[in-house]
């Protein structure tokens, strides 16, 4: 029975998480409209756009490898109800993240004409000087994205899975109100608004954390004593940090890849691709991560008792999945005229822009249901520690999609780039279920 899976009881809890992001949407939606009225689907937006693009990869994926990994550490410990070990862990783990992130803003702002040349080959003189610009603004978001994974990480383990979404909202926020604000700076504008968002968004979550988690009573107190010998703390998970962050990079990086090849078409195509695809994610985003968030604990508790199914998640999750994923690929096809009307089509967005963009979201649209599968698939190769399998496929499906770029887009423009864009949506999907179809080891009945 269904009610009888421990699955099924975290259903409210997916709910309430659907709900932040969902107004996350709103804000994206928002912003994007926003920026589409402000600039218009022009070469100053193309950059703006690559360099935004560029550090989310960057910092979200180092976001996403933290969290990723450390709930899995965080769970057992946090079920013994030892916070004190947590928050240990937490700041020996935060240090050596310093460590490696504080060099690389500073590589990243010091070498940005030569990493804007490279993600924007078509851009001309004056777009890769907005890009640069940009990049220099955004260098110190990668730290303040690494240290909301921690939080994430730490809010997703206590069971406060909304404070990574409210971190996002403070971000999206920042933006506009930069676009707002300062309006005469221009994309840069946009850039420091993000920025801000972001450095309040982190305060934000911290306080959540703090206030709302039992790490509040786990600062160290005055000393009574020497320290009582135990067990030595368990080591950081350096290893599969590093393979689930090179995963989530390669992930991550597929869509830089898609925008660097967009930016060597007619201008604006990068404008209409990123349109596109943030209209495309509206309902995978509403619901995956929140599943992703309440899913992956769940998941690693079921590994450890041994009642893990050999996909993670009972069949009839799956085909819910399926048909949900099918009904919004049905809408946004039938709808996608309709969105981008009403979200883009004002302002300096012309009419011709807009309907690049909307056929874009048709043709995208199929490689929904991939995407779905590809999210909850990747949550139960986690959940069974296997970060080098995750690895691989991600850099299979890289490789696998900048040699289709490389042979279709010349040929085929715009049409090609979103043919290979849905042909390793599929792939990348068909991967994933092969792997755990033939890696899964079911637990011998004593």
């Known amino acids: 029975m269904m009610s009888s899976n421990p699955v099924h009881r975290y259903l409210p809890a997916i709910g309430l998480v659907s709900v932040f992001y969902g107004v996350n949407i709103l804000l994206g939606l928002g912003r994007d409209s926003l920026l589409a009225a402000k600039f218009g689907a022009t070469e100053q937006l193309d950059a703006l756009l690559l360099g935004l693009n560029f550090a989310r990869t960057l910092g979200i994926s180092l976001a996403l490898a933290v969290a990723g990994v450390l709930v899995p550490v965080f769970t057992p410990i946090i079920l013994a109800n030892d916070s004190r070990l947590v928050l240990s862990l937490s700041y020996r783990w935060l240090a050596a993240s310093m460590i490696a992130l504080i060099p690389l803003s500073f590589l990243l702002a010091y070498f940005a004409s030569p990493v804007a040349k490279l993600l924007g080959p078509g851009l001309s003189d004056t777009g890769l000087q907005e890009l640069s610009r940009v990049l220099v603004i955004l260098s110190p978001l990668l730290i303040i994205l690494a240290c909301a994974g921690l939080g994430k990480a730490l809010s997703e383990s206590y069971g406060k899975y909304f404070a990574y979404p409210l971190f996002l909202g403070f971000c999206t926020l920042g933006l506009i109100a930069g676009v707002l604000l ?19 968004g982190l305060a934000a979550q911290i306080l959540l954390i703090g206030r709302r988690s039992p790490l509040k009573n786990a600062w160290p107190s005055k000393p009574s004593g020497p320290p009582a010998m135990g067990p030595p703390p368990p080591r950081l998970p350096i290893r599969n940090v590093l393979f689930f962050l090179g995963s989530s990079f390669l992930v991550l990086l597929q869509g830089v890849v898609e925008r660097a090849y967009a930016s060597q078409l007619p201008p604006g195509s990068v404008v209409a691709l990123s349109l596109s695809l943030n209209v495309l994610g509206v309902p995978s985003t509403l619901v995956l991560p929140a599943v992703s968030a309440v899913l992956l604990p769940v998941l690693s508790r079921m590994e450890q008792q041994g009642r893990s199914k050999r996909f993670g998640l009972p069949r009839q999750y799956y085909v819910i999945i399926i048909l949900l994923a099918a009904a919004a ?24 822009a807009a309907s690049l963009t909307s056929m874009i979201i048709k043709l995208t649209s199929i490689s929904l249901l991939a995407y779905v599968l590809t999210t909850v698939l990747r949550q139960v190769l986690i959940a069974r520690h296997l970060m080098a399998h995750d690895a691989l496929i991600s850099g299979i499906a890289l490789v696998t999609k900048i040699s289709l770029l490389q042979i279709m887009v010349p040929r085929y423009g715009i049409f090609g780039l979103i043919g290979a864009l849905v042909i390793t949506s599929f792939g990348t999907s068909a991967l994933y279920i092969s792997l755990i179809y033939y890696c899964y080891q079911p637990e011998a009945v004593a």
């Open 329 to 352: 690929t049905f809408l946004l096809f039938l709808l996608s005229d309709l969105l981008v009307r009403l979200l883009f089509l004002r302002g300096k967005f012309t009419e011709e």
């Open 182 to 200: 300062a309006s005469p700076w221009g994309i840069q504008s946009a850039a420091l608004g993000l920025l801000g968002g972001g450095v309040a």
